[in-house]
């Protein structure tokens, strides 16, 4: 995998988001759906984020299979 830098909100491309581990913490999958990362918070703590999440503790991970598909980019 190149050193290439995390791309910022809004500017994930679809290899960046294939190159992922099998889950990412809140604030990468926020990043990558373009969200905020209180409105993130808020959305998972409510259950309502549009993805998956698992809380681990005080921490929540996002599976990255859902972001491929929530982007349609499974395959």
């Given at each position: 995998?190149?050193?290439?830098?995390?791309?910022?909100?809004?500017?994930?491309?679809?290899?960046?988001?294939?190159?992922?581990?099998?889950?990412?913490d809140l604030v990468t999958a926020a990043s990558i759906l373009d969200l905020g990362i209180t409105k993130s918070r808020q959305l998972a703590r409510a259950g309502q984020f549009p993805v998956p999440v698992i809380r681990h503790g005080a921490h929540y991970k996002v599976p990255t299979a859902s972001l491929l598909r929530i982007l349609d980019l499974a395959s």
């Open positions: 995998m190149p050193d290439d830098p995390t791309p910022v909100r809004g500017e994930w491309r679809a290899e960046d988001v294939r190159r992922l581990p099998l889950t990412v």
